[in-house]
């Protein structure tokens, strides 16, 4: 069973940048491609970044150029880099695989302020 730790969230004004980090143990990340997700109060979680088992990358058309997700599969850790927070981006991110199943992990808070 893959247990996923985010975390590398936090509060943050407009236009600031946050590195998130999610863990992966209990399975080796090589073997998915993996995203991140966000869930905004009172809104329905959605896909903001996924990574492919060969690094192809695609992004929510609100993120892009402006989040850059990757993977280390040694450290079996991906990451989300985000650059030009806008406060519409403050969620509680998620990662899990792409298409995503299993369990989720509690997430990270990113609170962006005006």
């Known amino acids: 069973q893959a247990q996923l730790m985010e975390y590398g969230g936090g509060l943050v004004q407009t236009g600031g940048s946050l590195n998130l980090s999610c863990v992966v143990s209990g399975t080796p990340l090589y073997f998915n491609a993996w995203a991140w997700f966000r869930q905004a109060p009172g809104k329905e979680r959605e896909r903001v970044a996924r990574?492919?088992?060969?690094?192809?990358?695609a992004y929510l058309e609100a993120v892009k150029g402006r989040f850059s997700i990757s993977r280390d599969n040694a450290k079996n850790s991906v990451y989300l880099q985000m650059n030009s927070l806008k406060p519409e981006d403050s969620g509680t991110y998620y990662c899990n695989r792409a298409p995503a199943y299993g369990h989720w992990g509690r997430g990270t808070q990113v609170t962006v302020s005006p």
């Open positions: 990574i492919t088992t060969t690094n192809n990358t």
